[in-house]
């Protein structure tokens, strides 16, 4: 899978999955325009990535569902490298809460940031390339909890799942220009945010989990290098589950 000199966007990418998926692909000679809401952490990481990859990494801090910062990712990707090539769509909220206590403000914010924010850096990216003729890969981050009912997070699996639905949609849209859209389903995934929930994440789903143990970050970055290849440019409209066989059984993680 060949990234020399190609162009990416990555959103929510200072830390954890989306850090992961810069680094694989700065490390395979990419150009990684690299988003976070937090400006020193996305400075920080793409800092580092820079200093050690054969591609180059920019941070561009800024709220990914705000329409002024979706455009200046993109206008940065063109200005500084000449095209936009990838875009992985990464940024995402999780607001947990009971479903009969639930608050507006809560549910539009998940809404606004994981779909909102997701289309239309779809629409900006898509343009882009529509534009450049050469076609394009976009990928969408969904999630488990869209495809199996999950405790507390009604708003969120609901928003997971409709951006698989965006997916599919999209293809008819964008095939004429050459752009394939998929999402990625992860599952359960050992990251800094995920064991600072709970200290006994990665037990628990070592236990419930077919293949032994949750993700690691690099396992869903693989998944996204794949379908943002190359490789995978007949491949469009999909969703990736990469879970270790969890929702093939739905064993549940409030038992015992």
């Given at each position: 899978?060949?990234?020399?000199?190609?162009?990416?966007?990555?959103?929510?990418?200072?830390?954890?999955?989306?850090?992961?998926?810069?680094?694989?692909?700065?490390?395979?000679?990419?150009?990684?325009?690299?988003?976070?809401?937090?400006?020193?952490?996305?400075?920080?990481?793409?800092?580092?990535?820079?200093?050690?990859?054969?591609?180059?990494?920019?941070?561009?801090?800024?709220?990914?569902?705000?329409?002024?910062?979706?455009?200046?990712?993109?206008?940065?990707?063109?200005?500084?490298?000449?095209?936009?090539?990838?875009?992985?769509?990464?940024?995402?909220?999780?607001?947990?809460?009971?479903?009969?206590?639930?608050?507006?403000?809560?549910?539009?914010?998940?809404?606004?940031?994981?779909?909102?924010?997701?289309?239309?850096?779809?629409?900006?990216?898509?343009?882009?390339?529509?534009?450049?003729?050469?076609?394009?890969?976009?990928?969408?981050?969904?999630?488990?909890?869209?495809?199996?009912?999950?405790?507390?997070?009604?708003?969120?699996?609901?928003?997971?799942?409709?951006?698989?639905?965006?997916?599919?949609?999209?293809?008819?849209?964008?095939?004429?220009?050459?752009?394939?859209?998929?999402?990625?389903?992860?599952?359960?995934?050992?990251?800094?945010?995920?064991?600072?929930?709970?200290?006994?994440?990665?037990?628990?789903?070592?236990?419930?989990?077919?293949?032994?143990?949750?993700?690691?970050?690099?396992?869903?970055?693989?998944?996204?290098?794949?379908?943002v290849s190359e490789k995978s440019r007949h491949i469009t409209g999909q969703s990736l589950v990469v879970d270790g066989g969890w929702t093939s059984i739905s064993p549940s993680p409030y038992e015992?």
């Amino acid at each position: 899978m060949s990234f020399e000199k190609k162009v990416a966007i990555v959103t929510g990418a200072g830390q954890g999955i989306g850090l992961q998926i810069c680094t694989s692909l700065a490390n395979e000679g990419a150009n990684v325009i690299l988003n976070d809401l937090d400006e020193a952490l996305a400075n920080e990481a793409a800092g580092k990535i820079q200093g050690g990859a054969k591609g180059n990494c920019i941070a561009v801090a800024g709220d990914s569902s705000d329409i002024s910062v979706i455009k200046k990712l993109v206008n940065i990707a063109v200005n500084e490298f000449g095209q936009l090539d990838m875009v992985i769509a990464n940024a995402g909220i999780t607001l947990y809460g009971d479903f009969f206590t639930y608050q507006p403000e809560s549910f539009y914010r998940v809404l606004q940031v994981n779909l909102g924010g997701t289309f239309f850096l779809a629409q900006e990216a898509a343009n882009q390339m529509r534009q450049q003729k050469s076609g394009g890969s976009l990928l969408f981050m969904s999630s488990v909890t869209g495809h199996q009912a999950h405790k507390n997070l009604a708003v969120y699996g609901m928003s997971k799942a409709a951006l698989e639905m965006l997916a599919k949609s999209l293809v008819i849209e964008l095939s004429p220009f050459k752009i394939n859209v998929n999402t990625i389903a992860p599952g359960a995934t050992v990251t800094k945010r995920t064991l600072a929930e709970d200290i006994n994440y990665e037990t628990t789903w070592s236990k419930i989990t077919p293949m032994g143990r949750p993700a690691s970050v690099e396992d869903i970055a693989n998944a996204a290098l794949f379908l943002v290849s190359e490789k995978s440019r007949h491949i469009t409209g999909q969703s990736l589950v990469v879970d270790g066989g969890w929702t093939s059984i739905s064993p549940s993680p409030y038992e015992g």
